[in-house]
């Protein structure tokens, strides 16, 4: 990935409503691999 995709993916997860704690733990995630940074699911109202 380079830096222009990763500026889109960190814009398109704020605009996702993402915090700014959810969005390092998942590049931490992506990066690591550990357990303790992977997204824990959303509850949905329909």
């Known amino acids: 990935m380079n ?4 500026a889109r993916l960190l814009l398109g997860l704020r ?4 915090t700014e704690k959810e969005i390092n733990d998942f590049v931490l995630y992506i990066e690591s691999g550990e357990e303790q940074y ?3 699911p959303r ?3 329909a």
């Open 3 to 6: 830096m222009t995709e990763v």
């Open 38 to 40: 992977k997204p824990k």
């Open 15 to 18: 605009s996702a409503g993402w």
């Open 43 to 45: 509850d949905v109202k």
